[in-house]
């Protein structure tokens, strides 16, 4: 199965994409739809993955902090597809957008299980970034971009 990586642009992809998020990121935690939104939302690029051509299985967003640190948030692949490739295809593709924009580096927050996944895709700790609902500890973690 091929993966297929886009900016959600029609109203369809733009539900699934903000779906997944909710669904794997917020719901477990009995969080409400909304909460899978911030006030940066307009300011970001988004990208879904596809498994296949037509399963929206995992989503991820990135946003400039200045001109050239930029930062990921709200990553999420679909229980049902990780380990297929699909979070290290998008975290690729979101670094190759943000590089050819200029940024140097970027920083993102992961919660506790995800820290091996980003390791092993070049990011590292540099220090706690406190906790999510109280119960979900975070890492903040950075991946500097080599000329």
Excluded: C
């Excluded at 092993?120 to 970034?129: D, E, L, M, S, T």
């Excluded at 890492?139 to 971009?145: G, P, Q």
Aim: no cysteine; proline share 3%.
């Amino acid at each position: 199965m091929h993966i297929i990586i886009r900016e959600p642009k029609s109203k369809k992809e733009i539900e699934d994409y903000y779906d997944i998020r909710w669904r794997v990121l917020r719901k477990p935690h009995n969080q409400p739809r909304g909460s899978e939104k911030d006030d940066l939302e307009e300011l970001a690029i988004h990208l879904i993955a596809y498994y296949g051509e037509r399963i929206p299985a995992a989503v991820g967003r990135v946003h400039f902090n200045s001109e050239v640190e930029v930062q990921i948030r709200f990553m999420a692949v679909d229980p049902h597809y990780q380990n297929f490739g699909l979070g290290s295809s998008l975290l690729s593709a979101l670094e190759k957008r943000v590089k050819t924009r200029g940024a140097s580096y970027i920083i993102l927050n992961s919660r506790e299980s995800a820290v091996g996944f980003y390791q092993k895709n070049g990011y590292r700790i540099i220090g706690k970034a406190g906790s999510l609902f109280g119960s979900i500890q975070h890492m903040k973690m950075r991946k500097d971009f080599v000329e």
